[in-house]
């Protein structure tokens, strides 16, 4: 049976569309033609070679993931359920975030700092939005601001602290419970 959690994606110029139950199946979006759109067609996706950089590929802003987990579901290492904010290295260079930052705020593009963390080509790294501001290298990251479901802004910005990488503006939209939202 489906569930009603969908993703609606934009990745290397093909538009993916995904259900938990295996929405367009042999479609031009699931390239591996295995049963639906998932990370393995994602994965397959080349890397970009002109890509500027890092994007948020994807962030969750109304997190009600809880135990027993299901797929796609994600809890941060407290235990709760946190919204979350996922960077992607579209390029075939590593990426070195250290001193880059997430906001939610336009007028404040150096709100949150990342630590010291490299992010592989074709990467992925998850910032927990939960408003408790962990930022130590080697450890889970947090923000210390939350996402509203209602939307609002919310960037990449570069490690001078002013030139915006990537961004949801003037503001993503309202967001439903459980389902993520990202290009």
Known sequence: MCDSRAILCFMAGFMLCCWSCGGLAGSPADPLSNGG?????????????????????EFLAGNAS???LGEGDLLDQDGDSSDWIEIFNPTQEAVFLDG?????????????????????PG?????????TDRAGAGQ???????L??????????????????????????AQLTG???GV
């Open 140 to 146: 889970e990251l947090h923000t210390h601001f939350k």
């Open 123 to 131: 990467g992925f790294l998850v910032v927990f939005a939960s408003g």
């Open 37 to 57: 759109v998932d990370l393995d067609d994602l994965s397959s996706l080349p890397l970009q070679a002109g890509a500027s950089g890092p994007l948020i590929s």
């Open 66 to 68: 809880r135990h027993p």
């Open 100 to 120: 880059w930052f997430l906001t939610d705020d336009p007028w404040d593009l150096r709100k949150w700092r990342f630590p010291p963390v490299t992010l592989d």
């Open 148 to 173: 509203d479901t209602e939307g609002e802004y919310l960037a990449l910005v570069g490690a001078d602290g002013a030139t915006v990488r990537h961004e949801y503006a003037p503001r993503y939209p």
């Open 179 to 181: 389902v993520s939202y």
